[in-house]
């Protein structure tokens, strides 16, 4: 079993930057793909990004794409995601997931594991 705590969320102003972090327990991280996700009041949680167990494959959303970066230190097992250019429309609560696939997957129910989700509001 995986437990997943996100940080860093907060208030940023639009063309702002912010950096995500998930912090899993255990020593399996490795063995999990992980990704973002995320869900703004009223609408449907939605993938944002996601990597494989190695780091070495990305996948993003095409609203993000350019803008926010994936990563993992494995050796720390510690999920990243940095977020540049903000906009407003990427105000959400931020999740992080674990996912025990083989690769890196953009769908939800793929994920076996979550965390509680950072609030990130960008607004001038």
């Known amino acids: 079993q995986v437990q997943l705590v996100e940080s860093g969320g907060g208030l940023v102003q639009p063309g702002g930057s912010l950096r995500l972090s998930c912090a899993a327990s255990g020593r399996t991280f490795v063995s999990y793909a992980m990704g973002w996700f995320r869900q703004a009041p009223g609408t449907e949680r939605e993938f944002v990004a996601a990597i494989t167990r190695s780091g070495g494959i990305t996948h993003y959303a095409d609203s993000v794409k350019g803008r926010f970066t994936i990563s993992r230190e494995n050796a720390k097992n510690t999920l990243y995601l940095q977020m540049n250019s903000l906009k407003p429309e990427d105000t959400a609560v931020y999740y992080c997931?674990?996912?025990?696939?083989?690769?890196?997957?953009?769908?939800?129910?793929?994920?076996?594991?979550w965390g509680q989700g950072t609030q990130v509001t960008v607004s001038s």
């Open positions: 997931a674990a996912s025990s696939t083989s690769s890196s997957t953009t769908y939800s129910s793929d994920y076996d594991y």
